[in-house]
Every structure is written in structure tokens, then in C-alpha cells.
């Protein structure tokens, strides 16, 4: 079978790669076009557009490159009726993936999604979307199955992906190195690495006896890293294998915060938009936090540093308090709380099945017509 696949942000990137895995293990005869960056692209598919021409964050950022994202759906409509998928599969990237699914769905395209939109946080109204052009959605928190159920979307939890992605490499007994290790990432997007990253690296002039090291992102090269971090004492490194001997984080909101609580590093949350956007964000939204560590918790376990309190006075206090070690032990143990209600793994399988009995069960129906 035929699938066409859309992820326009890195964690989606990653997810999408170990769905391929799965299909192409129960489907031998799958094909895949694709968005997406690297990660999807090592699977030896085709890609109709790469993740560097995708990700637009703020509201005024995507006025900005409007056209751009014109420019792209005009490129999925012509690319969808060229190739005639049997499915679409929508990773998250909401903003697109709502009028991608609605396109689909027009066409008579089964449409699953994976990763929901936050619409429990902002932008509800989006649901009838939903409900009207997607036939399965996928969660990936369990209280998003009992939210969409509710609104009678065909919705199912089969556990977080971090699960599957982390089983192998998450090590409970970490493997400390000295000096430690501080660790800032900075975000997926280069417009994100350049409202963060500069701010991150002038505590490395207060704590000189740790070790920083800057986490790389695989859609983003060292060029442009190497320009920002000039002159500071710092590594460059794109193997996530560092985060088993980090000490701690400076990290940006998205899902790396919680990757940072299944590796059991303490860390504070990092964000900074233009104004324009954040004060538009500010409005809409509806929930207290901006950390999946505190939403899950439903109380603040890691400190959110946002747009005016993100200063290096701030970071320099925060960043001293999740060192000591009687605070470092107590998130530890928020953390581990939170990882547990979390399970279990085997989700990417689970899609699998289910995405591929779909669409099995669909041509057979077809073929006895």
C-alpha cells in the first residue's frame, strides 16, 4: 500500500521514522511519500518536502512566510493527486495538517492522525475538524483519550512514543562524568536556537566548574551553531547518548522536556517569542503551563522561564537551584510519577496494526463490491 506521510517539526520527523519501521514490518509491499527531515529520509523514501521548509513558529512568523506556505499546499494538493495514496498519515503540525486532512478526506482518502493537536489548550473549535475529516486519531497522553472520546472523535491511547524511542538507551543508573555536565538545548528551529541559545550560554561565565555542552539538532547545521556559540566555552554534540551523563538542563519547551524527565535530568524550561506572537499566544491560550513536565503533573515541578523572565539572572538563580542536590532528588521523583502513567510501550506497533487493518479491511470491502 501507499502512504503519504506529513511531519513538519523534528519530533514528528523522529515519530514518522519508527512508523515506517512498523508498516514496511507487516506491509512488504509499502510506499511512502513523504515530508519530513532526516530521520524519515534514512528510510529510503520519497520526499515531496524537506522539514527545513516546513517549521514557521509564532503567529507573525507564519504572516511572514504566508507565502511559502501557500507555495506548500499548493505542492501537497498537486502531489496527492499525482500519486493517489491509499492513506494519509498526519504527524501533529496542525496549523497545515487540518487543511491537508480536509483535502484528503474530500478525495475519499482515509486520514489517521498521530501526535493530536493541543486543542485542550487553545483553539478548541478546531474539533469539528476533526471529527469531520479524520478517521482515526492517535494520542499520545492519556488524558487526550477521555478529552476527544468526549467529543466523539475515533480516538485511541496506545502509550507515549518516548517509550518505544528511549527503551533501549534510557540508563536509571546514569553514568555521572566530571566535571558535570550542563546541557542546553536550545530548540528544533533556527528561529528558536536564535532567541534562546545566545541568553543560555552567558551563565556559562557564572558556573565554570561544569561542563556545557550545547545539543545539537540533526535539521540544523554546525555552521550555524558555531556562529552563535563563538567564544564561549562550550561543545557542540548531535548524539543524544550525552544525556545519560547530564547533570542537568536548560531546555526549550516542546517535547525534549519531557525526554529530560526519561532521562531523569532536572532542568529549566525555556521559552522566547516575538511579542506580536506572544502576546496573541497569551490570549488564546487556556492552560497555566507551557512544560508537558507540569501539565502532566498538574503543578509546577520544573521552573518556566517565559519571554521577560527569561533572563540570565533568572537562569543563573534556577539553574543553582536544580544543582543542589536535595531539589535535584525531589524532581527526580516528580519525574518518575509522571513517566509511569506514561505506558506502555509498543505504541508504534500498535499504530501500525491498527493503520494497516484499516486500509486491508477497506480493499477487501472494495474488491467484493
Wanted: glycine share 4%.
Amino acid at each position: 500500500m501507499h502512504y503519504y506521510i506529513i511531519s513538519g517539526e523534528l519530533s514528528g520527523d523522529v515519530y514518522g521514522a519508527k512508523l515506517i519501521e512498523h508498516l514496511k514490518q507487516i506491509d512488504g509491499n509499502a510506499q511512502f511519500s513523504c515530508w519530513g527531515g532526516k530521520n524519515i529520509e534514512k528510510q529510503g523514501v520519497d520526499m515531496v518536502q524537506s522539514l527545513d521548509k516546513l517549521s514557521f513558529l509564532g503567529f507573525w512568523e507564519v504572516v511572514k512566510n504566508a507565502r511559502t506556505i501557500i507555495n506548500n499546499f499548493t505542492l501537497l494538493k498537486r502531489s496527492i493527486k499525482s500519486c493517489k495514496p491509499d492513506a494519509i498519515i498526519l504527524i501533529d503540525y496542525p496549523g497545515f495538517n487540518l487543511r491537508a486532512a480536509k483535502f484528503a478526506a474530500n478525495l475519499d482518502i482515509p486520514v489517521f492522525w498521530f501526535v493530536a493537536p493541543q486543542l485542550w489548550a487553545w483553539k478548541e473549535g478546531r474539533i469539528e475538524y476533526l471529527k469531520k475529516y479524520v478517521d482515526k486519531l492517535f494520542v499520545i497522553f492519556p488524558f487526550e483519550l477521555d478529552f476527544f472520546t468526549k467529543q466523539n472523535i475515533n480516538t485511541y491511547y496506545f502509550g507515549h512514543p518516548l517509550f518505544d524511542i528511549f527503551k533501549s538507551s534510557i540508563v536509571h543508573k546514569k553514568v555521572l562524568r566530571q566535571p558535570p555536565i550542563i546541557v542546553l538545548m536550545p530548540g528544533s528551529r533556527k528561529q528558536e536556537i536564535n532567541n534562546l541559545l545566545p541568553t543560555m550560554l552567558l551563565v556559562t561565565k557564572t558556573f565554570t566548574d561544569y561542563r556545557f555542552v550545547v545539543l545539537c539538532v540533526q535539521n540544523v547545521n554546525s555552521a550555524f551553531y558555531e556562529k552563535i556559540v563563538f567564544g564561549y566555552d562550550v561543545e557542540l554534540l548531535f548524539d543524544k547518548k550525552i544525556l545519560q551523563s547530564a547533570h542537568c538542563a536548560l531546555v526549550a519547551s516542546g517535547t525534549a522536556s519531557l525526554e529530560l524527565a526519561f532521562f531523569k535530568i532536572p532542568q529549566v524550561v525555556c521559552y522566547k517569542l516575538n511579542w506580536i506572537s506572544y502576546w496573541i499566544a497569551k490570549y488564546f491560550t487556556k492552560i497555566k503551563y507551557i512544560s508537558m513536565v507540569n501539565i502532566l503533573a498538574r503543578k509546577t515541578v520544573v521552573k518556566e522561564l517565559i519571554q521577560h523572565d527569561f533572563n540570565v539572572i533568572n537562569i543563573q538563580n534556577e539553574l543553582a537551584f536544580i544543582l543542589d542536590d536535595k531539589n535535584r532528588e525531589k524532581i527526580i521523583q516528580e519525574y518518575d510519577e509522571i513517566v509511569n502513567t506514561l505506558g506502555p510501550i509498543g505504541s508504534f506497533q500498535k499504530i501500525a496494526n491498527t493503520i494497516y487493518s484499516d486500509l486491508t479491511g477497506i480493499i477487501n470491502n472494495a474488491a467484493k463490491r
